[in-house]
């Protein structure tokens, strides 16, 4: 025991403050995140430059070689005929969130190998509440890219109706919480940055081909029904799906039930993976490079 | 009776097979110093993780006052400070606003925070450095912004990971006689995990760890008679039955 003590000083350390937390620090606290990971992309312009090129590669590029060959007939959302350009901007959206998605679930890895995230982690806030507003901070980012990319393709002379440029917005949120769930739940599984490249290969290249992204559904049938249900089951075209029928002031409700459900599921196994507890980290005992 | 600051009670945790603590108990009492003194393997890493609720604990318990971290981790870790052995500073960003976002994680208010931030830099003499990227700053000047910022939401317990690893002699100093003052102004108490013995003092309580298992536990000069020896050194070398002390515990 430390001899110079005071009894006042004594008696201040045994004092223990008031429990809980009231939604204004709550609030506080989301913020506090989102502030922090807005921070860091703005700092980081190659990661912005990046996000927008691909895409963009993908519109300017890839649909103009492909304008002759593919020919879209008259499919919802759409009442008429469409360019391919056109038909592949929601896919190239979702697929922005999906970038962004991973690209999160990296920096999580990344933080966890450099300390980073413990100081996430050792916030007195509910623990599913950091990891969820961790999350609503990287779809937030997702929407500055979504938004600069449509502004891009509508000089290029791809838009949907004004109106769609609001209406998307619900479903790009809803899109953007599915891929970083998806991303932050891989992320628990990942043991070292390394391992990353892994996730390019199996994560984001099958879910992007086998999507409704770059073709109709239809016509992937025609070619192979076994590729055609694959890309039914996988949520990632329903993203899309989400993202095309709200661009074009409409509602697909299936591609919403699926997303919202995949969103759930999603964000509750990314919580379960970092509890302490029961998760992937506690189970791979890294005591020291734990989070 | 005063309730400890920090309570560790038959704690054990395994990776698998392999046991890292074993029955680990001991207790921190308010404004005290007090070193928990291992090898590098002792458990001490695995310790702090616990006592910060990265890992839940498998069998036992750890109270910060009356909070079981387990359970009411929320409130425990409200009243704890931690700095862990690796830097979790984002190097990408100012000191000032690495310190804000710690202060949002903890619910603070941001003009709140700004005073507290303009504070705790005063004290370790980095005001002038508020604005400038962590990246540019010296290991000593990033640790003791570590320390700023652990003490930002004033915490009654400060928990400190080996935090002189890799810092040269006088920054050593330096940070150790500051958590040090803390003690004497703040009445907070300090646990602080380190392998080098002369980090230890003479009215230090000093908990010996060694090979997850806790060796001594209570004032440095009852560890030092307990075991016969004369310094504390030497105290470490016959309970860890070390027949040399290599350069880590120098």
């Known amino acids: 025991m430390n001899s110079t003590i005071s009894d006042r000083q004594r008696a201040i350390s045994v004092v223990s403050p008031h429990s809980g937390f009231s939604p204004g620090q709550f609030a506080i606290c989301l913020k506090g995140i989102v502030w922090r990971e807005s921070l860091r992309f703005l700092h980081q312009r190659e990661r912005f430059i990046s996000a927008l090129v691909r895409p963009l590669v993908w519109l300017f590029i890839f649909a103009a070689g492909f304008r002759q060959v593919l020919g879209v007939s008259i499919i919802p959302p759409y009442q008429t005929y469409i360019l391919y350009a056109e038909y592949i901007t929601p896919g190239l959206i979702a697929m922005i969130q999906l970038f962004n998605g991973m690209q999160s679930s990296l920096s999580m890895v990344y933080d966890r190998e450099m300390g980073n995230m413990r100081t996430l982690l050792v916030s007195p806030f509910p623990r599913w509440y950091l990891l969820s507003s961790k999350l609503i901070a990287g779809t937030a980012v997702s929407l500055l890219q979504v938004y600069a990319f449509l502004l891009i393709a509508r000089f290029w002379e791809i838009g949907p109706p004004p109106v769609g440029y609001l209406l998307v917005l619900p479903a790009l949120v809803v899109c953007g919480l599915m891929l970083g769930a998806l991303g932050m739940l891989i992320s628990s599984a990942i043991k070292q940055l390394e391992n990353f490249a892994g996730v390019m290969n199996f994560v984001i290249f099958p879910l992007f081909f086998a999507s409704s992204a770059l073709y109709p559904l239809w016509q992937v049938r025609e070619g192979s029904p076994l590729l055609y249900y694959i890309c039914e089951f996988n949520p990632f075209t329903h993203a899309v799906e989400l993202i095309r029928f709200a661009l074009y002031a409409q509602v697909n409700w299936l591609s919403l039930a699926v997303v919202g459900g995949c969103t759930v599921l999603f964000i509750l196994g990314a919580i379960l993976a970092y509890d302490p507890s029961r998760g992937f980290l506690a189970r791979r005992g890294e005591a020291a490079a734990a989070a | ?250």
């Open chain 2, 1 to 250: 009776m005063i309730t400890p600051t920090l309570s560790v009670e038959a704690v054990s945790h395994a990776y698998g097979a392999r046991q890292a603590l074993d029955s680990v108990t001991f207790a921190v009492e308010p404004a005290t110093f007090a070193v928990l003194l291992g090898l590098n393997g002792a458990g001490k890493s695995t310790l702090f993780a616990l006592i910060t609720r990265l890992y839940a604990t498998q069998s036992g318990r750890i109270r910060i006052f009356d909070h079981d971290v387990r359970r009411a981790s929320g409130e425990a870790l409200r009243i704890l400070g931690v700095v862990f052995q690796s830097r979790t500073l984002d190097l990408d960003l100012s000191v000032m606003q690495n310190l804000l976002y710690h202060a949002a994680l903890h619910g603070i208010r941001r003009r709140e925070a700004q005073t507290r931030a303009d504070e705790v830099l005063a004290r370790i003499a980095l005001k002038d450095r508020a604005h400038d990227k962590v990246r540019n700053l010296s290991g000593g000047q990033m640790r003791r912004v570590e320390i700023a910022r652990a003490l930002l939401h004033r915490p009654r317990l400060l928990v400190l990971d080996e935090p002189t690893v890799g810092l040269d002699i006088n920054s050593r100093a330096d940070i150790l006689r500051y958590v040090r003052q803390l003690i004497a102004t703040d009445g907070i108490a300090v646990l602080w995990a380190t392998h080098l013995i002369d980090e230890v003092a003479d009215n230090d309580h000093l908990i010996v760890l060694h090979q997850g298992q806790v060796l001594s536990d209570g004032p440095l000069s009852r560890v030092v008679d307990d075991c016969g020896a004369t310094n504390v050194r030497d105290a470490f070398a016959r309970l860890t039955r070390s027949e040399h002390l290599s350069g880590d515990t120098e």
